[in-house]
């Protein structure tokens, strides 16, 4: 089955260490996502690539990094300078970068730092 | 930036009531999107609207993109408990590569 998955799905830390949230998906598709949702704030995004070996801030991007140096992986490392981290993670791909092309999540990883 | 804005936030209705959620952008928008989101569970893509003024209909659900595409809404006639969930609007501005999701709006079905 094609999809995108996650993993894990709870995640703790303690309070300073680095995290790394795995996101693998064998769709073929271009473009990768990755969003934080806290309750009550929607979706935000953190970066984006477009294509292998490229990848943009989005929004909320401080105290986060990425790497895609292949297609089908975008890994996301939660940094210690990262204030508030605990949060519920997605990752998402969409066939092609802009518009009139839907997203596709995975399943999530919440993170818990203590 | 591009802002989209949904209202409401939460809405509780019983079980054969209708139900909507409103979206607003502070921009023009190429398309809409929307999604739902079950409770524990990952944003589904539920449709997109692409033309001013456009409407689409999936069973009970009924989509709409406003004439100036910087406003859409999703109508859910005669609401199930299969319903819960949040409905989250999303769109592209024009010259942007992202979705913009708004915060979504949290629909609790009693029966």
């Known amino acids: 089955d094609g999809g995108i998955t996650q993993s894990p799905k709870y995640l703790f830390r303690k309070e300073g260490q680095n995290v790394t949230l795995s996101c693998e998906q064998n769709?073929?598709?271009?473009?990768m996502y990755w969003y934080r949702q806290d309750p009550g704030q929607g979706l935000r995004l953190i970066y984006y690539?477009?294509?292998?070996?490229?990848?943009q801030k989005g929004d909320i991007a401080e105290g986060y990094s990425v790497s895609r140096e292949k297609k089908e992986s975008f890994p996301l490392t939660v940094t210690s300078a990262q204030k508030n981290p605990t949060a519920f993670y997605l990752c998402?791909?969409?066939?092609?970068?802009?518009?009139?092309?839907?997203?596709?999540f995975g399943q999530g990883t919440r993170l818990t730092v203590v | 930036g591009q802002q989209v804005m949904q209202i409401p936030q939460y809405q509780h209705v019983q079980e054969g009531e209708d139900f909507t959620t409103y979206c607003n952008s502070s921009?023009?928008?190429?398309?809409i999107q929307w999604y739902k989101q079950r409770p524990g569970g990952h944003p589904v893509f539920l449709i997109q609207l692409v033309k001013s003024g456009e409407v689409k209909k999936q069973k009970r659900l009924t989509f709409q993109f406003g004439e100036a595409k910087k406003n859409s809404s999703l109508h859910i006639t005669a609401t199930q408990t299969t319903d819960v969930g949040t409905y989250f609007c999303?769109?592209?501005?024009?010259?942007?590569?992202?979705?913009?999701f708004g915060k979504g709006t949290m629909l609790l079905v009693s029966p």
């Open positions: 769709l073929n598709h271009d473009a």
């Open positions: 998402a791909s969409s066939i092609l970068p802009g518009a009139f092309t839907e997203a596709f």
């Open positions: 999303a769109g592209h501005g024009s010259g942007y590569s992202t979705l913009t």
């Open positions: 690539s477009q294509i292998v070996n490229d990848f």
């Open positions: 921009t023009t928008l190429s398309n």
